[in-house]
């Protein structure tokens, strides 16, 4: 997703914008296909979300390391990192095998 918005010149924000709107206006589509992409692209966007909580999280936790404190949110932490990323796998993949 970052790789392609670069490619676009875009922010991930905007090219998923850009990647809805232009899904709405093909009119060759069935309904089912736009829903479908429809809930791929919202996937995507709460990931992103998601992945910024995390980001902010692992900040968080990389001062109190540098400090010298093991926080002991540090597994739970890692362990949502972990499912994010999978949760974006999965996204990707639906989107891949939808074209």
């Not at 676009?8 to 589509?29: C, H, K, M, P, W």
């Not at 001062?63 to 990323?85: F, M, Q, W, Y």
């Amino acid at each position: 997703m970052t790789a392609g918005a670069a490619a676009a010149g875009l922010t991930v924000a905007g090219f998923l914008a850009r990647a809805a709107l232009s899904a709405a206006r093909d009119l060759d589509r069935t309904a089912s296909a736009v829903a479908g992409e429809r809930e791929v692209i919202a996937e995507f966007f709460a990931a992103r979300r998601h992945l910024g909580h995390v980001g902010n999280n692992l900040n968080q936790l990389t001062r109190a390391i540098n400090a010298g404190v093991h926080p002991p949110s540090l597994d739970a932490v890692l362990i949502a990192t972990e499912r994010a990323v999978q949760r974006i796998q999965h996204a990707t993949d639906r989107l891949l095998a939808q074209n």
